[in-house]
């Protein structure tokens, strides 16, 4: 018993000691507390070095600014107006193209054989109008013709034979009978001339239809070559060589590569400032050039669903660094130059969609809401919020309002 109240006596004490020590220590770190949240309150009070510059008034170009993406001026599915068997292609993807050159080829046996049997058959058609078989000309005169000449013989020997006969029976050497029979000759023969007549028509009319099959046949062989109907490039192939293709299947897609069209919106509250004619400056993701342009298509009317206009852009391509297909910024410069109040794009501090720059008042930084519009280089264009020639802070970075500044130079 007595020793357990020995150890009793020496834990309370050790806990004790141990209390004493804790709230000594307590009130040491209560002590470095206050004094940091000192020194950090007066650290805060001592005013910050800024430096001002002057918002100026300058010219500037007013601008509509707009998105959109550029498109090929056009767009062609190229393909072969007769059917056939392909023996070459000519170019492949990405190929550039010039009008007239020769994309691909058919097999042209089928088409060498049907011209060659148009020929055997206009000079058949020739030779029975007695017209030379290698000639050109297809002007024939009916009466010149063999046909025609031996009829017209034979009506002339029934007509004078007819005369005789009505001569000699006016004197009663032969019969009436006889005279009948001249008579008769006679208007067979005339019908024999007229048959001939009709003959070298329904000839001649044969030879126009043999020289339209042989154009034909020589226009299908000419078809068997397919060329580029526009400047441009290859977009898709769709054949192969050895494939056998019917007239119009899709050989090629074909796109103009210059110039380019930038189709955008713009805005009911804008579209009365933009003109045919006005320079549009173009800007695409990950190419940090500007490409100039000109508005060159306006739609008649505004569109009724989103209230805009529709805006075509003509973008010279000439070096085909542009690509079809390419999302694009642009400005469409509506009026060349006017008054613009304007300061350094450093200045400009953005949080939460709003921007705003500082100001110096009774040494204490002061927050102004700004509108800004286009930038120029390393300035941005102020539309509201600050006037010509008031001072702004140069780099703000993290400053806030309220807090004390002195102005530097």
């Known amino acids: ?38 020194a950090a309150r007066a650290k805060a009070q001592e005013p910050r070095a800024v430096r001002v510059v002057a918002a100026v008034e300058g010219r500037l170009p007013r601008t509509v600014t707009v998105t959109g993406t550029l498109a090929a001026d056009e767009e062609v599915v190229a393909g072969f107006k007769v059917a056939g068997r392909v023996s ?27 011209v060659e049997q148009s020929e055997a058959t206009l000079r ?16 024939v005169d009916p009466q010149k013709t063999a046909l025609v000449r031996e009829a017209r013989a034979v009506l002339d020997e029934a007509r004078l034979n007819r005369d005789r006969m009505a001569q000699l029976s006016e004197k009663n050497y032969i019969a009436r009978s006889e005279v009948d029979t001249s008579q008769s000759r006679l208007l067979v023969a005339e019908s024999r001339y007229q048959a001939a007549l009709e003959e070298i028509r329904n000839r001649q009319e044969l030879l126009s239809e043999r020289s339209s099959g042989l154009e034909l046949a020589r226009q299908q062989l000419a078809d068997a070559v397919l060329s580029a109907p526009i400047d441009g490039a290859v977009r898709e192939r769709r054949a192969s060589v050895g494939e056998y293709l019917a007239a119009g299947a899709p050989v090629f897609g074909l796109v103009r590569t210059h110039p380019l069209r930038l189709r955008v919106a713009v805005t009911e509250r804008d579209a009365s400032s933009v003109r045919v004619g006005q320079a549009v400056q173009v800007r695409l993701e990950g190419d940090p050039a500007v490409h100039a342009g000109r508005v060159a298509r306006l739609s008649p009317s505004i569109s009724e669903q989103n209230r805009t206009l529709v805006v075509e852009a003509e973008v010279p391509n000439r070096d085909g660094k542009l690509r079809p297909g390419s999302f694009a910024r642009a400005e469409i410069v509506v009026e060349a130059d006017r008054n613009a109040v304007m300061v350094p794009a450093s200045t400009v501090v953005t949080f939460a969609g709003l921007e705003k720059v500082f100001v110096v008042k009774d040494g204490k930084a002061v927050e102004k809401r700004i509108r800004t519009g286009r930038r120029s280089g390393d300035r941005v264009e102020i539309l509201e919020g600050v006037a010509a020639g008031e001072q702004v802070v140069a780099d703000p970075g993290s400053l806030a309002g309220g807090t004390p500044v002195t102005v530097t130079r």
Not at 7 to 34: I, M, N, P, Y
Not at 104 to 113: E, G, I, M, S, W
Request: charged share 25%; proline share 4%.
């Open 1 to 38: 018993m007595a020793n357990n109240s020995e150890r009793t006596r020496e834990f309370r004490t050790f806990a004790l000691l141990g209390a004493a020590l804790l709230a000594v220590s307590g009130v040491a770190c209560g002590k470095d507390t206050a004094s940091a949240r000192a």
């Open 88 to 114: 070459e292609i000519a170019v492949d993807l990405g190929s550039p193209v010039r009008k007239g050159q020769v994309l691909a080829r058919l097999d042209p046996t089928d088409f060498r054989l049907r």
């Open 124 to 139: 058949q058609v020739r030779a029975g109008l007695g017209l030379p078989r290698d000639g050109s000309g297809e002007s």
